[in-house]
């Protein structure tokens, strides 16, 4: 079993930074896809960003150039930086992992999950 907790969300104000992170325990995920997704009151959960085991990473084109996905494989853990924050941004980040190493879009396609982390932006 993986263990996924997030952190880092909070309030930030519109164009400000946020760097969220997710920190796996239960096993390695070194060699597991990792995704971030987010989910505002009223909507469905959507694809955020997804790294693979070897560091290469796809953001949801919208995002691209203000969030960025990274991973430490050291610390088993991965990152979501987001920048120029809106307050359409508002949401519930979570954390996922995908065992088989494919990066993946769909939330379904993910095996584990963590709790989330409530990012809201004022404007």
């Known amino acids: 079993q993986v263990q996924l907790v997030e952190s880092g969300g909070g309030l930030a104000q519109a164009g400000g930074s946020l760097r969220l992170s997710c920190a796996a325990s239960?096993?390695?995920?070194?060699?597991?896809?990792m995704g971030w997704f987010r989910q505002a009151p009223g909507k469905e959960r959507e694809f955020v960003a997804t790294i693979s085991w070897s560091s290469g990473g796809t953001t949801r084109d919208s995002l691209a150039g203000r969030f960025t996905i990274s991973r430490d494989n050291a610390k088993n853990t991965v990152y979501l930086q987001m920048s120029s924050l809106k307050p359409d941004d508002t949401a519930v980040y979570y954390c996922?992992?995908?065992?088989?190493?494919?990066?993946?879009?769909?939330?379904?396609?993910?095996?584990?999950w963590g709790q989330g982390t409530q990012v809201t932006v004022s404007s």
């Open positions: 239960g096993r390695t995920v070194s060699n597991y896809a």
């Open positions: 996922a992992a995908r065992r088989w190493g494919a990066v993946a879009t769909v939330p379904g396609n993910y095996d584990y």
